[in-house]
């Protein structure tokens, strides 16, 4: 049973260019969750999401960043014209159920802008 | 707003040696508390969890405390071995969250070295 797939694992991108990182959850799980690693800085919320439904984006950027994670096919977390403070890794998790269901990370992905 | 702070930021010791890693939270209002162990380019893996109304978890060699009321957990590890090198991260879980585990408010973690 593979785990959580994240893919790109690095990801280098030009200001002002999009970054589009994907998750696909485990088997069986339909509850993901995005989580953002600023370089010195501890692991932050950022979305919770179900099939087709944004569940909780208190922790998202106001702007430029957007997530789904549509019915078939991976979770898309996109940020739109990336600056330089958006270098970090995006790690997702998933669940098989919301509620205290245990947390599965996939590797992350490392975003660089340059 | 919940800060989490972990001390020491690395730890560098000898095989065998015991050790303790520790974590301060500024909000005692947690559901619950967890340890975590992060491997360079790799994901998160759950080590312990405590829920607010327990002290302790222990899980072979490691062992998570929790004093919810002064805002303290430590982990204890046990006859370290070079395995066990990784980043400790420290993760609460705020009481309001309706026993959601997903809005974890995380330390920067305990970079920890054994030595052989």
């Known amino acids: 049973n593979a785990g959580v797939m994240q893919n790109p694992r690095h990801l280098v991108r030009r200001r002002g260019q999009e970054a589009r990182l994907r998750c696909s959850p485990m088997k069986g799980h339909s509850h993901v969750y995005w989580y953002r690693q600023l370089p010195e800085e501890g692991l932050k919320f950022m979305v919770y999401?179900?099939?087709?439904?944004?569940?909780?984006e208190s922790g998202m950027p106001k702007e430029r960043f957007s997530a789904e994670f549509p019915k078939e096919g991976p979770s898309i977390l996109r940020i739109q014209q990336v600056v330089r403070g958006d270098s970090a890794a995006y790690f997702c998790a998933s669940s098989p159920q919301g509620g205290n269901s245990p947390l599965h990370f996939g590797n992350g992905t490392r975003l660089t802008v340059t | 707003k919940q800060e989490v702070t972990q001390i020491p930021a690395a730890l560098s010791v000898p095989e065998g040696e015991n050790l303790v890693l520790n974590c301060s939270f500024t909000?005692?209002?947690?559901?619950?508390l967890q340890w975590f162990r992060q491997d360079p380019g790799k994901g998160l893996t759950s080590l312990l969890l405590?829920?607010?109304?327990?002290r302790e978890q222990t899980s072979g060699r490691l062992n998570a405390s929790l004093d919810k009321s002064s805002g303290r957990s430590t982990l204890y590890i046990a006859a370290s071995q070079p395995g066990d090198s990784a980043t400790y991260l420290c993760?609460?879980?705020?009481?309001?969250?309706?026993?959601?585990?997903?809005?974890?408010?995380f330390g920067k973690g305990t970079l920890l070295t054994v030595n052989p």
């Open positions: 999401l179900q099939k087709e439904n944004i569940i909780d």
């Open positions: 993760a609460v879980t705020p009481e309001d969250s309706g026993g959601s585990n997903y809005k974890l408010t």
């Open positions: 405590i829920q607010s109304s327990q």
């Open positions: 909000d005692s209002a947690i559901y619950n």
